[in-house]
């Protein structure tokens, strides 16, 4: 069954207004931003959960064909029966970005059952919460193989496929605060994303010459099964909402104009930018 994710994140606005002594800012109720993505084919790595799961409702929802891709393909069906209530398609892929045969196949699949890919969103990812002193190097290794190596590895098949057809794309690469700024015990996790959003600038400028745009999302803090230790006692997001300017934790649906802008023809003369939507805690004050 899905956790209540908004509702969590409202309690936890509620308890970080107690603790920070300061009015929290409900979430603005928006319309949902008008992109028109019909024609594009996308591949959203990360699909079973939490941003990924979001990501490819968000871009239905916006007319594009949509494949999802992870591990656990069971997540990926109850999210493919999902999309088929709100009459929108979306393909169940499973794949795992740690293994090229693995993605590999899942881009033929899709182009059989759907077309080539034209919109490519790296969101698949996973953190180890230890101390350096503590990691191991398959801990290391397989954050990096996950966050770092799978966002190269699925982007450069998607790439490769793309420059052969002659046809453009967009790449999304999803980063982090943490790829930005650093924090305690996760130290695999910060180097992994630091690499993601240079990486992201290394491929555009290759890339661009081929139509094909890559740029990054660094989103703040959101509940998912990722972060969600971190919304408990121990206080650490009731601490960066408070270190908020936004005052408040981010819901999905602030992510939605981001991605959707890079996914579109909107952000036509964009590439190896980094968009940050964290309610501004990157740029909050020392
Ligand atoms: N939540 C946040 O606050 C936050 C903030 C900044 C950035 N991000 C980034 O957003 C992305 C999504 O994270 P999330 O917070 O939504 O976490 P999540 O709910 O735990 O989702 C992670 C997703 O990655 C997939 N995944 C993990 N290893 C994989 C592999 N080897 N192959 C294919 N898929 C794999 C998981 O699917 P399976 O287990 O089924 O394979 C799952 O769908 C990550 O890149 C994360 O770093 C999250």
Redesign the pocket.
Request: aromatic residues 6%.
């Given at each position: 069954m899905e956790r209540p994710v908004v509702s969590t994140v409202r309690l936890m606005n509620i308890l970080s207004e107690h603790v920070v002594g300061e009015q929290v800012r409900a979430a603005p109720r928006a319309a949902p931003p008008r992109v028109d993505l019909s024609g594009k084919i996308a591949l959203v790595?990360?699909?079973?959960?939490?941003?990924?799961?979001h990501f490819v409702k968000v871009l239905a929802r916006a007319g594009a064909t949509v494949a999802g891709?992870?591990?656990?393909l069971d997540?990926l069906e109850g999210l493919a029966d999902e999309c088929r209530a709100e009459d929108q398609r979306m393909l169940p892929v499973q794949?795992?970005?740690?293994q090229r045969a693995s993605i590999e196949r899942a881009l033929q699949q899709i182009e059989a059952e759907a077309g080539p890919v034209n919109v490519l969103v790296?969101?698949?990812?996973?953190?180890i919460n230890k101390s350096f002193l503590e990691h191991e190097d398959d801990d290391f290794e397989l954050v990096m193989?996950?966050?770092l190596e799978?966002t190269w590895r699925a982007s450069q098949l998607v790439a490769r496929r793309l420059v052969a057809a002659g046809e453009p794309g967009a790449i999304i690469n999803?980063?982090?605060?943490?790829g930005h700024r650093v924090a305690k015990n996760a130290s695999s996790?910060c180097a992994s994303?630091a690499a993601v959003l240079h990486l992201t600038r290394a491929l555009s400028l290759e890339l661009a010459r081929h139509d094909i745009r890559v740029n990054a999302l660094?989103?703040?803090?959101?509940?998912?099964?990722?972060?969600h230790h971190m919304f408990g006692d121990h206080g650490f997001a009731e601490s960066m909402v408070g270190r908020t300017p936004c005052r408040r934790a981010?819901e999905f649906s602030d992510l939605d104009g981001a991605l959707l802008l890079l996914a579109s023809d909107a952000s036509r003369f964009m590439s190896g930018s980094v968009i940050v939507v964290d309610g501004g805690i990157l740029n909050g004050s020392l």
């Open positions: 790595t990360g699909a079973s959960s939490g941003l990924g799961r891709a992870a591990r656990r997540r794949a795992d970005v740690t790296n969101a698949a990812g996973l953190s193989s996950t966050n799978g999803i980063a982090s605060i943490f996790y994303k660094s989103p703040g803090l959101f509940d998912t099964e990722m972060t981010g």
